[in-house]
């Protein structure tokens, strides 16, 4: 069957009733995008001959998707999360912006409302056996390499379940359990002591999932920590590291890894003098370089709902 009528009367003037196209009202961008993408749809059904089936799996799929509230998951395992970094990281190009610690994703498990503590944060409030402690430390610079005071240096990972406090389905985790922020003195340097992650893997009954299975893929990320930085007057940084010798520091479902985004881990002792359940710790020296405003904005600020919590 090769049924073509995108490019009929009947479907063009169907398309632009359904984005209101022919109305003053309502809001221009969002018609816009709406009449683009949908015509997209309705040109991708007529190339591939999607059938009815197919179509109502993919609708049903969407309901599952809203219900397991996995939708910005979902966004990360399929690249959309990765392709905003790639949009963002040739906007910077463009405009001739070189330098600074590379960004990648946020991903949806970041929760706004730590306490913020002065240079040095423990992170771990709950006990977890199966981790080791872990020292994150670091100098923030601009790209002058001059240390950044003030600055704001938050970071969250998970516990060595792979799972992140407030998103635990198995609840045994306090509010920002692994979850910190910490203000930089004057001579820019940060210090989170806290336990060793795992890596993340998605709900296994989740649509997220599901779709991946159907793909053929995992969806599984390497063990990492996130990072957002921020300073009055810097761009703020979102990023993330990896956990150096995770097997799948390149096959990171959600594409975050970035090759200078994966520091050495150092074995140390003195752990006790810093107050870490073991004398035997692990340390990553993660310098964090900030790149400045653009015309006096921070054109990095993005704007997505994000959980936030009271600590
Ligand atoms: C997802 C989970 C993460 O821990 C992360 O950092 C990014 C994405 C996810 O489930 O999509
Ligand atoms: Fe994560």
Redesign the pocket.
Known sequence: MSIKVFDSKEVQDLLKAAANLGSQDGSARAKEITHRLLSDLFKAIDDLDMTPDEIWAGVTYLNKLGQDGEA??LA??LGLEKFLDIRMDAEDREADIHGGTPRT?E???YVAGAPLRDGVAKLDVDPDEDAGPLVIRGTVTGTDGKPVANAVVECWH?NSKGF?SHFDPTGAQSDFNLRGAVKTGADGTYEFRTLMPVG?G?PPHGA?QQLLNTLARHGN?PA?V?FFATSENHRKLTT?INIEGDPLIWDDF?Y?TREELVPHVVEKTGGAALGLKDDAYREIVFDIQLTPLVQGKDNQIVHRPRVSATA
């Open positions: 910005a998951l990360a395992g994703i991903g949806p498990l998970a992140y993340y998605c997220t990320r990492h996130h993330q959600a975050a």
